[in-house]
């Protein structure tokens, strides 16, 4: 497997690496992954800029093969690319494949969508003159992509920045580089005018913020938290760049009175728990109408309490293991915030031991909690419903 930034249509060692270590067993080094540098950045921009404009006059048959060779190796490879997922992220196996055949549909979709490229032709209030309206490339696109849907949502910003004509830098989480490589791999060896695609890996407090800040930038899509999108959207503003923002989230989850109870416990269980609550649409909040509470409580511990927690490639796992120990320690600061402010932890929230060692934790599930509650208004992020 490739370790190292992706700049100008070659492989590039950084000026430093980190370590990618398996959340499910961290005696599991996946590999040290190269950290790029302020030039390496600069570099990846300048390329981009160059071979943007050569692809932007790339034929449409072109884009689409392009975009359909991706898209169809990686649904090919959707088994061994998303059990790598699964192994440095921690979603179980199936979660892992189907993110990965999922991402490849995404690609196969823009690759339609080039050869369905329309403008608009109207007639002008001038006499004799016609309006000609048309999509055109931005340029060069900042990606910024998560660790928790490191393919997904890398795959349905980058395939329409490729399908449109622009370039794309691409800056993955760092808890996710194995993923990133792989997939950049599959891109690499497509007939790509060198600089349209780049991959420069690194902090965000560090080369995210420089790339998002370049001039040189025309666009940025982010997906993350808050505090950073609010940040990214400040740097990026100062260069009028356009700016796309998918942040956190407080979803609820309404079970009325005349629902089917045992459809509404599996829609909540999906929802809370699956992924390892480790998603921007994690149903946290459980609102059930009083005639139904009761019966909708003691069915959803019940449930809670079964599931199987351990390792993301054991196929007796329903959830793996948190991704790191930093959001473990998160989990457990709104664990005990919530107990604080007056809910009732009903069943889990513990750390578990296992096979082995790795950050694993019980699904927690809360009940008597109220609207003002913290708990109940801030993205946690986790197991806890």
Avoid at 53 to 71: D, K
Wanted: glycine letters at 8%; hydrophobic letters at 40%; proline letters at 4%.
């Amino acid at each position: 497997m490739k370790t190292q930034n992706y700049i100008a249509g070659k492989w590039r060692d950084g000026i430093s690496t980190v370590a990618n270590i398996n959340p499910s067993d961290l005696s599991d080094t996946i590999g040290e992954f190269a950290q790029a540098s302020p030039q390496d950045l600069d570099d990846a921009l300048t390329a981009a800029q160059d071979g943007q404009m050569q692809w932007a006059q790339t034929g449409l048959e072109q884009r689409y093969n392009v975009l359909m060779a991706i898209g169809n190796e990686m649904m090919a490879r959707a088994g061994e690319i998303g059990e790598t997922l699964s192994r440095e992220e921690g979603k179980t196996k199936p979660e892992g494949f189907g993110e990965m055949h999922r991402s490849g549909q995404f690609f196969t979709y823009y690759a339609a969508e080039v050869l369905r490229q329309m403008g608009e032709v109207a007639e002008s209030v001038r006499p004799g003159v016609e309006v000609d309206a048309r999509r055109e490339p931005m340029g060069t696109i900042a990606v910024v992509t998560p660790w928790n849907f490191p393919m997904a949502c890398a795959a349905w910003k980058i395939a329409p920045a490729l399908a449109y004509g622009n370039a794309v830098v691409w800056k993955p989480a760092n808890l996710t580089p194995a993923t990133a490589c792989l997939f950049t791999d599959i891109i690499s060896r497509q007939e790509l005018p060198e600089g349209v695609f780049n991959l420069v890996m690194g902090a965000g407090s560090s080369i995210g913020d420089a790339m998002v800040s370049s001039p040189k930038v025309q666009a940025v899509t982010f997906t993350g938290s808050l505090n950073a999108g609010r940040k990214i959207a400040a740097h990026a503003i100062s260069n009028l760049a356009k700016v796309q923002l998918e942040m956190g989230s407080k979803n609820a989850l309404y079970v009325h009175k005349d629902a089917d109870m045992d459809t509404a416990v599996d829609c909540a269980i999906n929802g809370s728990f699956f992924s390892t609550g480790q998603k921007c649409t994690a149903s946290s909040r459980l609102i059930v109408h009083k005639d139904r509470h009761d019966e909708f409580v003691n069915k959803m511990q019940a449930r809670t309490e079964a599931l199987k927690v351990g390792h993301a490639l054991d196929e007796n796992s329903q959830i793996g293991p948190v991704v790191s120990e930093a959001q473990l320690k998160q989990n457990e600061h709104y664990l005990k915030l919530g107990q604080d402010e007056g809910a009732q932890l009903l069943c889990g929230g513990e750390r578990l031991e296992r096979e082995h060692e790795g950050y694993y934790m019980a699904p927690a599930l809360f009940v008597d909690g109220q609207n003002n509650m913290r708990l109940n208004r801030e993205e946690v992020f986790g197991p806890i419903a």
